[in-house]
Each structure stands twice: as structure tokens, then as C-alpha cells.
């Protein structure tokens, strides 16, 4: 049975965006894409249930990933 | 700077006033002390200088420049400016000249991602921002302190010295008239973010630089849009770098726009670059007509700061005191509150009033709201200037989310400026008394507007010193008026509002008959009293009053107990 996960907070949300950004510079944008598509494993397998990932997978999809990422 | 063949004060819509170095009284005389001298006449200590005269407090205001401001700096005035502008008796030219607004709205490339509406309401008197040029920011904060006639303005004087013995100051100031001695009992150095007297008292601001250049141009052009703010992220007319767009008075437009990593900053100001820049930008933006160019200027982000803003006999105010990135319009809104704070405290000291010690609370209530605007001013210039790639990736993945995912948008807030609660203050001595409430402003907060059944504001009611608002009825009501008196006894300027239904009120007692939203908007009941200082911050409540708490704070709060 899936239990659909209380959605994090914004002010909590505000902490995931400073802690990927310092680990995606602790990273170094060789490995980036890497460590971004190990970071998607890790955190569906550990969400179990709790989260739809197809659903996750189409929303990180729309229309934004289409276009060119600018940072240089 | 200004397009070429312009002089720095030949601007488009501003007549600058040239203003006389006078001959100093000190020049040809013994010198008195003053009261207190004012170095800058900046915003801040223009306010600080008709805070006091407010209370009939005389000072001496000194400045380097022969005018205002060269060009447009601070834009935005927030609410809570405006109950300080309206204190300080200077607000009708702001409310007839600048443009109110609520609205903000976020753009990723080209595209509407976010809008924000600021709180506002039937209650409130006053909109949440307003835009207008610092320039008139001066001149009517200028006018306001010629009319009062308590204000000694003396332009062309710049301090080059200072002596800060611990009975009082002499400054050396340099006039084209020559130079002079002049004696204080308190200096407020108002002197800017590159003050003389900081530096002369070997004092350093602390804190953070951050990465990212925004070149800040202001235009005039006829363009159909409402007042609102309008942030560009990833805009095709400046790729890789935000760009800011907001209205002012006499149709000028503030465009702000950051300049790509690496980019070289003394080409970005060349007047070419600058048009070319903004021509493209206001042709993404839609605009089609004509534009003049009036003014522009280059601007990196810091979180810079003072240990204690006080030394001695010297009091820093506004950016002598702190630097604050511009994102989130705070650094002239927090030293108009830093003005009005030291303002009313000195005010109370000099006129035998208060004690000494009420000086003390100025640090840790300044510091402390500008700790609480690093904290937020820090999170959007990370933002709006991502310091590293992985700042870059992480906004992009918000702001391409932000038109599908609602939770991503709000990144995109830009955290406008807040009045501070000052809830660790020393003159805060019972917040504990918070947790009997479920509705209104804490200990420390800004008082809470209501508008008043005859449509007057609660603001209106509130008097030159302390204020207690209090609900009548209830058990109480009979040491209520032991209590009335024994505050009007400790404050001179002490008045009491009164709520309800009640007979007859004493002599100098506020009525508010009807108050049925107000108490509810209060938490209130028969017995409830708020505890409201001169700058309009809650000293205290008390759901059912407790007399010799309410005593032993209003006592605190004038700089008698230690
Ligand atoms: C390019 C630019 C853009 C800005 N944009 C914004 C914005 O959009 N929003 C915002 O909130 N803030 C903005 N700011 C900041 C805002 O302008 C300041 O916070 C505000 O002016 C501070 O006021 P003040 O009175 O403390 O200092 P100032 O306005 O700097 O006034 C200091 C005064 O002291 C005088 N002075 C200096 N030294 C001496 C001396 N030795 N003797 C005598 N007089 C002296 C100066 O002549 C000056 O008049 C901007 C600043 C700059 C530079």
C-alpha cells in the first residue's frame, strides 16, 4: 500500500536547494550529471512507496528541461 | 554617472538646489555644546534630525556636498518607512508624489513564473511599498527639517576629525569658509557607507562580499505598465545575468540588470555599452518608443556590518553602520528605522526624560534587525547572483520547475523587507506574557493597524511618548485608572487610549467606543492592555493587567533600571 509523502516544506525546501548546491560544487561539473542521476537511485529506492517516481520522472520533464542549462 | 555633455547634476527631471556655505557662529565665537551634530545629510540623518525635532530636540546637521544626491540610489520605501515618515511629520509630499504598489512578478525566460502580492488590507494605512527617487527622498526630509526651525542644516562642511572624550565630542570640520572646532554632547555619524568617522575611530564594518555585478541605469520613456516589480531570470536580452525593472515618479524606469561572470566592468559602464544594454532589454520588455538615458551606476552585493554601533558619544545610523545588498530594498528602509530609534531615545535623555542606559538598547534593536535582513538579504543575493555552478544549476532546475511546480516559486520571493521584532531587546522584559494571546502583535513587533469604525487608524491615536491601549471592562477596571496615572507620572508624553464602552473618560484619555474588530485583532478582553512605545514597537502586553510589571517596564523602557 503507498502512503503518498507529506511534501517538504518550503523553509525545508529553502535548506535541500543550499545543501545541493554546495554538493553539486563538491562535485565538480564533470561528475555532476552522474552524481545527480545517483542522487535520483538513491532517493527513489530510500522514498520506497512514498513517492510516484513516474509521475516525479514527468514533472522533472516538462517544459523546462528542454531548454539549454546556461550555467557556464 | 550621466551621458556625455551632462554635468552629474544636469539630470532629466530633478532641479538640484545649490545650497551656500554659510560662516559657523563657531567661527567668530566660543564654542557651545551642542545637543547633538549630525554628519550626513543623507535620508537617515535627515529623519534623525526631525525625529528629534519632533520632541523639541535642536540639532546641528553637517554635509560635505553643496546638494542632494547626484543620482537615483534608494527607490523603494516600505510601509513601515512611512509610519516613521508620518511620525516624524513629514509624510503628505511622499504620499503626493511617489507610487504605491503591491504586485511583483517574476519572468523565466520570457515567460510569467511567479507573482506576489504584499499583505495589504482595508486596515492598513499605508501601501506596502512605494517607489520614488532618492533625490526627492532628500528634498522633502530637507524641507520637513527647514520647517520645523529646530534644525541647524549647514552644508559644504565635511568632518576631517573627531575627538571622542568620554564627556563629549569635537569635530574639526572643513568649510570653503575655513575650518572650525565644533563641540557635542552626542554625534550620530550619518556619514554613508564610506564614513569618515568610522574609519577616524578606527572601526571596521564585518561581514560578507558577494559575487555578481548589477549595473543599476535609470530612464525616461512614456511605457504603459502598472507599478509593480518585474524580475527578468534568464531574459534573451541579457543572457546569464537578472534583470530588474521597476516604475518611479516622472516617468523614470529603474532597470537593473547583472553583468555575465567574467565580464569586464569598466567597459560595462562605457555610455555605448550602457544604451546598447538597456535599448535591448527594453525591447524584450515590449517598449517601443523613444527612451532617454538619465543616469547609471555599477553595484556589487555585501552583508556589512559594525560590532556595536555605538562608541562613546557617537552613534553610527543608517550605511555608516551596516551595508545591505539592495535585493529586497532594505538599506534605506532599515537605517530610516535606525534614525527614528536612536531619534526618540536621545529625545528622551536630553530632555531629562529617560537615563543614560536607554542608549544601550540602540545596539542590540539595530544589529539585531540587521543580523535578521543579512539572514534574508544573504539567501536572495545568492539568488539573484548565484555565487557558484552549483547555485547556478540548482535555480535553474527551480526556476524551470516554477511554471509547473508550484512549490519552486517561491523561490523566486524576493523577501521584501519586514519591520524587525524586537524580541531579545533589553526594553522587552515580559514576553512571556506573548503565550496568553492568539491574536495580535507580539512583544517587540510593530503595532498591527486596524482601521477604526469612524475610519481613523489605531496608528492615529497612538501619542509623542508612550501609549497604552487598553480594553476596558472586565475585574480590573478600577486599578486600571490607579495604573493610568502612576505611567503618566514616569512619562509626560504618556497617553492612554481606551477601548469600549466606557462613562466619562478623564481629561487627555482616547476613547474608542466601538471597537469590536479591534479586540478581536488584539486578542483582547476587558483588562487587556498593550504597552506602546514612541516608535510604534509593542513594549508589552498583558491579556489581564499586571500594574507593577507594566510600571517596572515602562521604566525600563526610559532607561531606569539596569
Ligand atoms: C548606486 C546605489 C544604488 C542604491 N540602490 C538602492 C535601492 O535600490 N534600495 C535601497 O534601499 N537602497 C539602495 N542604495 C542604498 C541607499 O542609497 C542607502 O542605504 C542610503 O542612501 C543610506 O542613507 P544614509 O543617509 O545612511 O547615507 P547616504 O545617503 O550615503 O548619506 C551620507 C551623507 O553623508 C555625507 N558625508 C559623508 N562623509 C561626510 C563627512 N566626512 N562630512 C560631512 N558629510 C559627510 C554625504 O555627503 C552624504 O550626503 C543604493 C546605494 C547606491 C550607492
Given amino acids: 500500500m503507498s502512503h503518498p509523502a507529506e511534501p517538504r516544506s518550503f523553509e525545508a525546501m529553502e535548506l535541500v536547494y543550499e545543501q545541493l548546491a554546495a554538493a553539486l560544487d563538491r562535485v565538480g561539473p564533470d561528475d555532476e550529471v552522474l552524481f545527480l542521476t545517483r542522487l535520483a537511485m538513491v532517493m527513489a529506492h530510500r522514498a520506497g512507496a512514498a513517492i510516484d517516481l513516474a509521475a516525479c520522472i514527468e514533472a522533472a520533464q516538462g517544459e523546462g528541461a528542454r531548454r539549454p542549462v546556461a550555467a557556464s | ?562
Fill in chain 2, 1 to 562: 554617472m550621466r551621458p556625455a555633455g551632462r554635468g552629474p547634476l544636469d539630470s532629466l527631471y530633478f532641479a538640484y538646489p545649490h545650497f551656500a556655505a554659510r560662516r559657523a557662529p563657531e567661527q567668530d565665537d566660543a564654542a557651545t555644546v551642542h545637543p547633538v551634530v549630525i554628519v550626513g545629510a543623507g535620508p537617515v540623518g535627515l529623519t534623525a534630525a526631525l525625529t528629534l525635532a519632533k520632541y523639541g530636540v535642536r540639532s546641528v546637521v553637517l554635509d560635505a556636498k553643496a546638494t542632494f544626491n547626484d543620482g537615483s540610489r534608494a527607490i523603494c520605501i516600505a510601509r513601515q518607512s512611512f509610519h516613521i515618515l508620518e511620525q516624524a511629520g513629514a509624510a503628505a509630499p511622499f504620499l503626493a508624489k511617489a507610487l504605491g504598489w503591491t504586485t511583483g512578478r517574476s519572468f523565466y525566460r520570457g515567460e510569467e513564473i511567479y507573482r506576489f502580492d504584499m499583505p495589504d488590507s482595508e486596515h492598513e494605512k499605508f501601501r506596502p511599498m512605494y517607489n520614488l527617487q532618492q533625490q526627492y527622498i532628500e528634498q522633502f526630509l530637507h524641507d520637513a527639517c527647514i520647517a520645523t526651525g529646530l534644525v541647524d542644516l549647514r552644508w559644504q562642511s565635511t568632518v576631517v576629525g573627531i575627538d571622542n572624550r568620554p564627556d563629549s565630542v569635537t569635530l574639526m570640520v572643513e568649510t570653503p569658509l575655513g575650518a572650525y572646532a565644533l563641540q557635542a554632547a552626542h554625534v550620530l555619524a550619518a556619514d554613508g557607507a564610506r564614513s569618515a568617522i568610522r574609519s577616524k575611530l578606527g572601526l571596521r564594518l564585518k561581514g560578507e562580499n558577494y559575487e555578481g555585478r548589477y549595473v543599476i541605469a535609470d530612464v525616461r520613456m512614456d511605457h504603459a505598465y502598472p507599478t509593480e516589480r518585474r524580475a527578468l531570470f534568464e531574459p534573451a536580452s541579457n543572457p546569464g545575468g537578472t534583470v530588474l525593472i521597476h516604475k518611479q515618479p516622472d516617468d523614470i524606469w529603474r532597470i537593473d540588470y547583472q553583468l555575465r561572470d567574467g565580464e569586464d566592468p569598466d567597459e560595462a559602464i562605457r555610455e555605448a555599452e550602457i544604451r546598447a544594454r538597456v535599448g535591448a532589454i527594453l525591447a524584450e520588455i515590449g517598449h517601443q518608443g523613444s527612451w532617454e538615458l538619465e543616469w547609471w551606476s555599477i553595484y556589487t552585493a555585501n552583508t556589512l556590518a559594525l560590532d556595536d554601533y555605538r562608541h562613546g558619544r557617537v552613534t553610527f545610523i543608517g550605511d555608516s553602520a551596516h551595508i545591505v545588498p539592495i535585493f529586497g530594498v532594505r538599506g534605506l528602509n532599515n537605517g530610516l528605522a535606525d534614525a527614528q530609534n536612536i531619534g526618540w531615545k536621545l529625545a528622551y535623555l536630553l530632555k531629562g526624560l529617560a537615563g543614560e542606559s536607554l542608549l544601550d538598547s540602540y545596539t542590540p534593536e539595530r544589529r539585531g534587525a540587521t543580523l535578521d535582513v543579512f539572514a534574508n538579504a544573504g539567501k536572495s543575493a545568492r539568488f539573484m547572483t548565484p555565487p557558484t555552478r552549483g547555485h547556478r544549476l540548482v535555480r535553474e532546475a527551480v526556476l524551470s520547475l516554477a511554471a509547473t511546480e508550484a512549490f519552486a516559486r517561491n523561490f523566486a520571493n524576493p523577501r521584501q523587507m519586514q519591520p524587525h521584532t524586537y524580541a531579545d531587546s533589553p526594553l522587552t522584559r515580559y514576553p512571556a506574557r506573548d503565550g496568553a494571546f492568539s491574536s495580535g502583535p507580539a512583544s517587540g513587533a510593530a503595532l498591527a493597524n486596524v482601521r477604526l469604525a469612524d475610519g481613523r487608524f489605531l496608528s492615529d491615536l497612538m501619542g509623542e511618548g508612550f501609549t497604552a491601549l487598553v480594553f476596558a471592562g472586565g475585574p480590573v477596571a478600577e486599578s486600571i485608572d490607579a495604573l493610568r496615572e502612576a505611567l503618566a507620572a514616569l512619562d509626560p508624553l504618556f497617553r492612554a487610549v481606551v477601548v469600549g464602552e466606557t462613562g466619562e473618560l478623564p481629561a487627555g484619555v482616547v476613547g474608542i467606543r466601538s471597537g469590536g474588530d479591534l479586540s478581536e485583532r488584539y486578542g483582547a478582553t476587558g483588562g487587556t492592555l498593550y504597552l506602546i512605545r514612541p516608535d510604534l514597537h509593542v513594549a508589552g502586553r498583558w491579556r489581564t493587567i499586571v500594574p507593577a510589571e507594566i510600571v517596572a517596564t515602562l521604566d525600563a523602557c526610559l532607561g531606569r533600571t539596569a
